[in-house]
């Protein structure tokens, strides 16, 4: 199963849009066995070396490096579905 981490500024509102727009980019991707979890970048660095790939915006995803052995994703735009999708799209064929 791909574990993924949504992490945002304050992990409120926009961890949980992110999550579900990773959802949806994992079913459009052909990803069947997934779970997605969504938290602040502040819980993320505890967090994070349990997933396959942690996704937050570019300027918040360098306060995990060398958290997780896993990929970090850093979006431009958190909400911006090609992005999403493109991004997870390369990594996944990797982890899977």
């Known amino acids: 199963m ?3 981490l949504a992490a945002c500024g ?3 509102g926009s961890s949980m849009v992110i999550k579900m727009k990773i959802e949806k980019a994992l079913r459009e991707i052909g990803v069947a066995d ?13 967090q994070a070396g349990g997933y396959d790939i942690v996704v937050a915006s570019k300027h918040l995803i360098h306060e995990l490096d060398g958290r997780t052995q896993g990929s970090l994703v850093g979006l431009d735009n958190l909400m911006d579905d090609a992005e999403i999708k493109e991004k997870l799209s390369g990594l996944v064929s990797e982890e899977v």
């Not at 997605?36 to 502040?42: A, K, L, M, P, R």
């Open 34 to 46: 997934f779970k997605v979890d969504y938290c602040s970048v502040g819980e993320a660095k505890s």
């Open 2 to 4: 791909l574990k993924v």
């Open 10 to 12: 304050n992990g409120m």
